[in-house]
């Protein structure tokens, strides 16, 4: 807080539940998207046991879940690097404080069948199945992986063709005709560019293999290139968009301050073609006072070179679309 007044000047006290959403409540108040995914990089606890031998420890007072019901979430992925901060009991807390509040969850249980299973969004326009991965890459430890009889979190061994296998056979076992199925992955670093050749592969895996219509990738805290393959949209790093290094100094070049809303129409087709990217696009936002913001049409217009210039080896571009939104072609 006191890093964040310096840089932008004095936060209120005390503010309502969705006092950090800002701007992007009207955006979807206006959009009104069907379901609303996140990565909920922290753990839901009261509990104090931090997990020894890590630096960073993440946590969220169960009292404040209003800030996510606020914002409508309709689904919290959990396969990352924070949700086991505070041990076993703070993940029993996470996942049963983010069930009464009627959040779906995916990607960590209390034993490896939970953890392995999807979340089932059920819409009017159909069923949506979200699968939550994480990596070692992304700084998952070893020891966090969920087994029989043991919590955890949905944690991949490697990217082999043994692995899209095994969940190529979890997705076949839930999907249905004209459901549509995400991959949330945390995996790789937090800053930079480039697309590691293994991740690229294994996105296009899913895609070939298992029958994901989306892939959904995050660790990084910023927005990284956007690839559509086969007509499904490969988001490899989505960035943070709400996250309290406002005020840390290091890697401004990045602009960390800087995050996207994405939007994605997706008609799901038939059980033999799969879903088909319609359209993508995007609103840059921008976090002041722990509070998003609509970016300036100067960052707006950085955001869009960046994403064009990453995208294009991706074979994507990024333009500018009314309102402000960026949108990308394929």
């Known amino acids: 807080m006191a890093l964040a007044e310096k840089a932008n000047g004095p936060i209120p006290r005390p503010v309502a539940f969705d006092y950090v959403w800002g701007d992007a409540l009207a955006e979807w108040a206006r959009i009104r998207p069907d379901v609303r995914i996140v990565n909920l990089e922290t753990a839901v606890t009261t509990r104090d046991d931090w997990q020894r ?4 420890h993440y946590r969220m007072h169960p009292g404040n879940v209003p800030c996510l019901t606020a914002a409508k979430i309709d689904c919290c992925v959990l396969a990352n690097n924070h949700v086991l901060d505070w041990g076993y009991a703070g993940l029993a ?46 700084g998952i430890p070893l020891d966090w992986a969920a087994a029989a009889g043991l919590p955890g979190v949905n944690l991949l061994p490697d990217f082999s063709e043994a692995t899209l296998r095994r969940i190529a056979a979890q997705v076949k076992a839930v999907k249905r005709a004209g459901d549509l199925v995400v991959a949330s992955l945390h995996w790789g670093g937090n800053w ?53 290094y406002e005020g840390i100094e290091g890697y401004e070049s990045y602009r960390g301050d800087l995050s996207l809303m994405y939007f994605l129409s997706v008609d799901p087709g038939n059980e033999e073609q799969g879903g088909k990217l319609l359209r993508l696009w995007m609103i840059p936002m921008q976090m002041r006072r722990f509070r998003l913001q609509r970016a300036s049409s100067q960052d707006a217009d950085w955001l869009r070179r960046l994403l064009d210039r990453e995208g294009r080896r991706l074979g994507s571009r990024v333009e500018a679309g009314q309102g402000g939104e960026l949108v990308l072609r394929w």
């Open 53 to 56: 031998g890590k630096g960073i």
């Open 93 to 138: 807390e996470t996942l049963e404080t983010l069930r009464r509040a009627q959040l779906h969850t995916a990607g960590a249980g209390r034993d490896k069948a939970e953890a392995e299973a999807a979340a089932v969004l059920t819409t009017a326009k159909g069923r949506l199945l979200v699968f939550s991965f994480g990596t070692e890459s992304s």
């Open 192 to 244: 930079g560019y480039a697309v590691p050749t293994a991740h690229q592969g294994f996105a296009h895996g899913l895609i070939d293999q298992c029958g994901v219509d989306v892939v959904h990738g995050h660790s990084s805290h910023h927005p990284m290139g956007i690839e559509v393959y086969r007509d499904r949209p490969i988001i490899y790093g989505c960035g943070d968009f709400l996250n309290d």
